[in-house]
């Protein structure tokens, strides 16, 4: 099966495909996962890619088609796979669609997760991650111990660099006019299945499931 996750930052998109993903057992694919790990090894394309997350804009299509692209050929992806965060506008997910075409396959369902503005800013903003695990924290719903330590790794817990107000607002103002015209891309596809990401993470995830099992 092969999904796509659609939604603004801070609507769970990363949480409900990694839950998914273990589920379905098929890969869960972050694009910003990817690129923060080459950030972390300050390789070539982290270096570039670093200017653009922090100033909360979106890495050139060119450059995120070719790493889903490689991404995709690998073997693990052959019995499906969960994109969280690709396509993130129009060019990348037609893109997307010539490369599966190549290989007769196609996007099955797109899940889009809906949470209001006002919340996502709260919530992104309240966000800490571990920076070994990745595991998410939330300093209002689910905060880390005192020593900012991570309880599953022993990781040390920080809020990302583009979890700052300013940097969220500009995201998601990016958000609403690059990436949300994919829903009626999706919608004309007949592939757009909506989701309210308010609730608890079971609870979104068994919405999902439910989504994917009367299809
Ligand atoms: P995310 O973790 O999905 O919120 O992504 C973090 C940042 O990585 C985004 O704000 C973008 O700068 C960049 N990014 C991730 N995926 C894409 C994509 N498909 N297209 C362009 N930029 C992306």
Known sequence: MQII?????GTGKGTQGKLLSKHLKIPNIST?????SAVKQKSDLGKK???????GE???????????????????????FILDGFPRTVPQAEALDKLLSKE???????IALDVSQ???????TSRRVCSACRKDYNMLTNPPAADMICSFCGGIISQRSDDDET????????????TAPLRKYYENQSKLRHVSGI????????????ILSNT
């Open 167 to 178: 940097t969220v607002k500009k995201r998601l103002q990016v958000y609403e006019n690059k």
């Open 118 to 124: 006002s919340k996502l800013i709260t919530r992104l």
């Open 32 to 36: 910003g996962d990817i690129l923060r």
């Open 5 to 9: 996750m659609l939604g603004a930052p």
């Open 104 to 110: 007769c396959a196609e996007i099955d369902f797109v």
């Open 199 to 210: 609730g608890s993470i079971d609870e979104v995830q068994g919405k999902i499931r439910e």
């Open 49 to 55: 890619a670093s200017e653009f997350m922090d100033a």
């Open 58 to 80: 979106l890495v050139p299509d060119v450059v995120m088609i070719g790493i889903v692209r490689d991404r995709l050929m690998e073997a693990d992806c052959k019995k499906g």
